[in-house]
């Protein structure tokens, strides 16, 4: 059951966000989970988070790269319309794409979709989806200099409880374990510029617990799948959530 | 990744159904997929189709028990309100309860809860639904021979395409292998009073071989979670379905 | 394109009301429409209305003998529960499989699933299309004396507007014509208990031309199909509602 | 109820697609039924395909045009931004609503708005609602050479059974006849780039023989109306889907 | 803004659970809220908590006495089924109806209609529903002694997450005042039976918590109006919870 | 109960519109009533309406600046992209978070998200959304000169019946009151390019008479808030609409 750092489980993981602590407030103890299980994980930054209320695009570039470091991943900054800018264009589907063969990864983890919340955050989402496919498609000149790509699967993470899908169903991960908890939450408080006055860590902590009580164990985190799941039997079907 | 027949992963399977060939429509090729694989599993049918056009109930307990050892499941038959009668009744929903604490199953297989379809088969699966949660509870008096229960996941199976529902991600499971799908098949064609009329057995094969190919595989069963699915890692949480 | 009296396209149309006045309430213009183009309708009212705060049972079965003449449908009463009593009971679906059996209706109308109106409407709405199916299945016992039955389709009516299905896209019947329109205000005015101190009359016309508006006609009103609708060419599948 | 060529039943039908291939393998059947009855059909091809994995943009023109002559219809290509990079800009709504003003068309079919499916689909589909209104509006200067036209329905078709949309309740074409299928098959097999190495076809087929099985025939289509249907009795209204 | 005792906003509030702890965990901070401002409250508890697996009958009345008091509120114990045996009966709705009429509610409170949740809440909220209904018809014989009652409003609340349902916008109402929290917090430890071994108090105060982050203020529970709610003016309608 | 002109609850509202008649049609009730109440209104429109079948946009912006003087709001013109072409940037949320930050208002109404009415409609609608959250990030350079602004709620009106959003629970705001109608039908007809030809008047004051059934008063307005409204209490939260 223990899949070995070279197992077709452990391809590499990208996680894309739309500003400098979008990935870690969202889902950094499923990062911090799986790079200590000998995955590689790589990070997208579609954004300086200029646009902020607190904190300078130099800051916070370095908070997100201190934290990558925490979580156990590489990072990058790519460069679409800028903080509270973003917009849905093909072009950035196709850069995304390119991102996508070049990483090859086996999971990909975006924003989610729903549109009630920071509008880059679903714009983003939209376009890793949209991505994900184009990675396919053996045609496309601009993504000519790299062979396609088809990814394992797509999880949609909740930048905040808003951000939750209400159609897709989730999946829980564990995210217990003291040193995961630990790691994850000083990946976020890396983010100096962003928690020194407010309560965003609290609120992350808070979701994960209450998920965690309907899983079953201390933290969880929720994903969102965009595909249903393919299993070989139900032995790999997990567990229900809900303890009765 | 294969667990051994003393596995946690392979604590028995419980499916319900509410007349003699429902398990077997809805969800058969998982059934010997996880038989095969050393799991135990037992079926509980709830009438003898007395209310159907075809075959007579003698007959139709004849083919379950024999469709029944196709599959390898052991089966028994329980009294609730007959054919086409069933309610949802609290001391029905008991008597299932105490079939879980006598079985304790891993994992419980139930009709969908979609109202547009059989009556009989949306009041079962939300019967089977209560049970798994009355089966935990420890002072019900009814129950109090045996142990309080706790499943690890309910699953509900769709008889037919309309069953389907449409607010649970389904989870597709790979029946391609070619043993898989000739016991299935068998297994369905023992309901021979329902079969050699119509095209039941048609429809399931082409419903697998079109979710097979959104799956990637040759043929698929869905199968929908009553809760979220819990998972230690990425590693285990599958892979997406979609073909891009 | 008109059907005469004999075409399949007129098989008798059923309708089920809860209570005295809710057919006509619900759809009464689509009534007068189908029977003055010879189709024959029968109505089923479920109660004599002895819950209600206006009018005595003997009151209310005069209104809705005389509302079913000026409708030109036939009218029985059938005792199930009584007023604001009603269950989904398997007996009493059985009792209107029966009915379905004995009329063989091409079409049948019954009040809307939607569960925050008067619970007898919901309700009876469920026993109905059970009953549609129960119709068919050859092995009932209590069905025997007459041979199954297969409607041609069931529509839900609305007696109210939150009666209304959110889940299901309406089809909208023209009601403008003149005598039509005459008919069904009538039929609603002759459950004068009902409306002399309220204004029900008045939100049902109002309703019908709400939609009216939107079907580009002075008034219309709305059935909701529990099943796909059938065509076999999209010459036959009307057109659109909406005005641009 | 067979309308003749000239009835207002057989005003043109105008199908969109945003691959050569889509309106073939979408609803190839239903356009084949269409014009054996009379009706005139066009195709508008909003790229030449040039971003998928097989065939060159010359390849698939010309299996484009083979496949429309087959079907009976007339096809044109249209430039917006290129296989994969279909953006919803105004400039392309006010481009088709020319197109809607020039063929006249009653019956629009394009791509359902189903996000989850390649990226251009669900945007033609949107840019086709936004022109069928733009084509009604009087003022708008683009357009001022030729008068507004509204059309009678709008219906989406699904590529794939992922964009069968769920809040929409489809209505079903019966498309069993023997020369519909052959004709069908043979329009999707003329894309021979893209069916040589892949089961596109058999998809479609085992789609068309499901939903025909839930409806009653051999093979069936279901399409998506934009907006309730208008009818002037139940007696055109169909017939429900379910065989019981 | 303060309404004084007298006035019509503080018409007598009515809470009904299934067991005798599940107005305390569901919305007990609201009714401390409302108490103190004046509001009399009077909770109706449906069973003695007898199949549960903590706690005799004897010890949970005494509880929930304990609890009513400080809370502020009057109790009573009504015998329906019995714990776990809750079926929706036209009786039940009735009883339910007498007590409405007998209380004479501005603001009734009842377990939430979802029903992937113990079966005694979603059951005890659709009789909730109905009596609301069958408190105001005039011809129902078994409540001829006291006069019909409408009530202000129904409002659902979730015992437990899972119960909370996603098809309703909820409201927020701010319960962060420390005498508030405190009552609270002791009302639900007084049921020392459920809470000595399980983490059912954290989890309360976890909810309010992230709801309370969502409001903008310190702890907030959730109600789900089970009718659009009316006001005089946009003065009225409140503010909306998100914190950009 | 009564706000003073002073009070908090009176913060400027600010409506926006995409057409010069959207705001009057939509929502003009709820705009007198709140301007005679003592707030301040000020409208935004962002086209002449040149696209529109009737009227030159010269006499359209005399309509609709007639209007505002009868509604007793100011009003202003803003150039996007003009009628019919209307789309999503950035850079239109941003030049209306100007606006936001200009207007400094309590209450924003918008027109509603659904897709399948006027493009323009949804698409301000979405624009507007985007605008709330973006007036309240300090790091946005285009709005530096004007302090960040928190809105107190984001309601959508809906310009015609189809674009009531169906996921979003109403609020009723109560218009009977004769000088609201009299002053809301004035300003309708103020726009007499667009109502001398077309029913649209009567088919507003259709739709607030049938709400105002549904709430139990004569005429009543929905408006479907973006966010969970917050109260401090039940007092506060209003009545339900439904008249048992």
């Known amino acids: 059951m223990k899949p070995t750092p070279n197992s077709p489980e452990l391809a590499p993981l990208l996680a894309l966000g739309a500003h400098p602590d979008d990935i870690e407030f969202g889902c950094g103890g499923i990062i911090t989970r799986e790079t200590r299980a000998g995955r590689k994980a790589h990070f997208v ?3 300086h988070g200029e646009a902020g209320t607190y904190g300078t695009p130099r800051q916070r ?3 997100a790269k201190k934290s990558a ?4 991943a590489t990072i990058e900054f790519l460069e679409l319309d800028g903080d509270a800018h973003l917009e849905v264009r093909a072009a950035h589907a196709i850069k ?6 070049r990483v090859r990864p086996g999971v990909v983890l975006a924003p989610s979709l729903v549109e009630n919340q920071h509008p880059d955050h679903s714009r983003l989402g939209k376009l890793v989806r949209d991505a994900a496919r184009l990675a396919c498609y053996g045609g496309l000149k601009e993504l000519r200099r790299r062979p396609p790509h088809k990814i394992g699967q797509l999880f949609f993470y909740a930048v905040t409880p808003e951000a939750e899908p209400s159609d897709i169903s989730p999946v829980l991960i564990d995210v ?3 040193e995961i908890m630990k790691t994850w939450t000083a990946a976020m408080e890396a983010h100096a510029s962003q928690t020194s006055s407010r309560n965003y860590v609290e609120l992350q902590l808070t979701r994960a617990r209450l998920l965690g009580t309907r ?3 201390e933290y969880a985190i929720a994903l ?5 799941l393919v299993f070989a039997s139900l032995a790999q079907a997990g567990r229900g959530a ?3």
């Open 45 to 47: 930054v579609c954004s």
């Open 61 to 63: 570039i370095g908070e």
């Open 69 to 72: 470091v925490l979580l156990g």
């Open 96 to 101: 995304l794409a390119e991102i996508v063969r």
């Open 176 to 178: 217990s374990a003291r």
């Open 215 to 217: 899983a079953g164990v």
């Open 224 to 228: 969102f799948p965009n595909e249903p």
């Open 242 to 244: 809900r303890q009765f």
